[in-house]
């Protein structure tokens, strides 16, 4: 039998037994229990000339662990495609993350200043851009980065992360690849903004809704101003005496 306890001088807080018998008599148990008691005591005597009490502040280069909470609009942008940007936080900053819920994970780090890395990285993935910008139901100019089987990759401003324009929302027709319609890296394409999944908080726009006739507004980033598509646009002068 290997048997082992854990606690404080008030009393027993965790035990563990290894057991290869079919089972032990009551007694045998009850011995180990107060050889083991016996045992604590003593250890935590010797321990306490060390120190007596938990030390007021922590050490300098003690592990640290915290909690950071992010919206469900910006999990699928701190994760990344595949979890791409948790996996290269942890292998730049050396924590580890785990997800407590849906919107709280925790972080665990080495040292105080491998937290203060994780934190500045992490500002700097969930910063909101311009994003805020955003208008829902209009239509903007969004840039191809990435063509995929599955889609492309758009950005709606530079320093946005690409999301993906899924085959169903390029075209009205049933597509099995993007470059079916012609296109590529690098192309300027129009797509309505539906706001974000209220699921996993991914953005979600379509190209296909503007290939019916009806008039759209294009809205810029740079600026207020905003392009008629649909209507003709004609301009006229005239001068008259009185």
Not at 13 to 24: F, N, R, V, Y
Not at 118 to 130: H, K, N, P, S, V
Not at 147 to 153: E, F, S, W
């Amino acid at each position: 039998m290997d048997f082992k306890i854990a606690g404080t001088n008030k009393g027993i807080t965790a035990l563990q037994a290894d057991i290869k018998l079919p089972g032990i008599p009551i007694k045998i148990v009850m011995e180990a229990i107060q050889q083991a008691s016996v045992a604590k005591k003593e250890i935590l005597q010797i321990m306490n000339k060390t120190i007596s009490k938990p030390r007021i502040s922590r050490k300098e280069n003690g592990p640290v662990v915290e909690t950071v909470k992010v919206p469900l609009s910006k999990r699928a942008k701190f994760v990344g495609p595949g979890g791409y940007h948790l996996k290269k936080l942890q292998a730049e900053t050396g924590v580890t993350i785990s997800q407590v819920d849906e919107e709280t994970f925790s972080i665990f780090a080495p040292t105080p200043s491998a937290m203060h890395e994780a934190r500045d990285f992490i500002t700097e993935l969930c910063r909101d851009d311009q994003e805020q910008q955003l208008e829902f139901g209009a239509v903007y100019t969004a840039t191809i980065t990435e063509i995929r089987d599955t889609g492309v990759m758009v950005k709606l401003y530079p320093n946005m992360t690409a999301v993906l324009l899924h085959n169903s929302q390029l075209d009205q027709r049933k597509i099995k690849h993007p470059t079916a319609l012609g296109l590529e890296v690098g192309q300027e394409i129009q797509v309505k903004y539906f706001g974000r999944d209220p699921a996993d908080g991914r953005m979600r726009l379509s190209r296909k809704v503007l290939q019916s006739p009806a008039t759209t507004v294009v809205k810029t980033l740079n600026d207020r101003s905003s392009i008629v598509m649909g209507e003709p646009v004609s301009q006229s002068s005239s001068n008259s005496s009185p």
